[in-house]
């Protein structure tokens, strides 16, 4: 695989005049409002909502997907979706460019996002993560049958888990190369038998005239600086969700098999949007 990319000197940040300011000072103070308004109303429903449904969350997802979908309004930004999102229990996986795609994803799908433990302990970013259920893992052999069993919990009380293959992010002009790692934790009695997975693809297409790779967010880059270059941009372009039809885990022989099956797939409606 060519990883030229990943070295290649990250995109020139919007050009930052008065007027740059004044968008990222609007749009920034609107979007903190919504976001952690949006947490401090989710963490009082919490309060009831835990001791009545438990791990269930019938009623605080509707308010991470209305955020979600206001931050797009807030910036101006086009949010297209294609196809059918699955009913069937399971987990959706998606290729990864941004931080934009957890808002992306979660505007019109309810769904749980899996995460490497480390990111729990993140300022910020973390605390969001914990107040809207994401499932944190470590990635380590000896933590499958604990990884198993907290997705059978979550699965079990209607959640549709969402995790990211490739394992990083990337410039928003590719997908990697998949990881068949958290597939396995499907292929465990009685999952493979109960559950289906759906791939979904997301693609940017950036405002004219801008670099291409203005939403990719990898490698070193900071996310206070990328935050700010997205917040600055005059007129923002377009995020596409395509949701593929979702395929039973029992269909397939292993997590090897099933992981290139969901890239081929991620990967073949990636460069149709393109094209």
Known sequence: MDDAWFTAPAPARVTRDVWAWLRITRRGVALGVVVFGGLAILLLIRLVEKPVHGVARPWTPWITQGVCRAAFAILGMRHITQGTRMTQPGAVVANHASWLDIFALTARKRVYFVSKDEVAGWPGIGWLAKATGTVFIKRAAREAQAQKMLFEERL?????????????????????????????????????????????????????????????????????????????????????????????????????????????????????GRA
Do not use: N
Not at 243 to 254: C, E, K, L, R, T
């Open 156 to 272: 079990s009380a209607g959640h549709k888990l969402l995790f990211f293959p490739e394992g990083t992010s990337s410039d928003s002009l590719r997908v990697l190369h998949f990881k068949s790692t958290l597939f396995a934790a499907f292929f465990t009695e009685p999952l493979r038998h109960k559950v289906f997975i759906q791939p979904v693809t997301v693609r940017y297409t950036a405002p004219p005239g801008s670099d291409p790779r203005v939403y990719g967010w990898w490698g070193d880059m900071d996310f206070a600086g990328h935050l700010l270059t997205v917040l600055a941009i005059r007129r923002h372009g377009t995020v596409e969700v395509m949701y593929h039809a979702p395929v039973p885990v029992s269909d397939f022989a292993d997590r090897k098999v099933l992981a290139k099956h969901c890239e081929t797939v991620i990967r073949a409606g990636f460069e149709a």
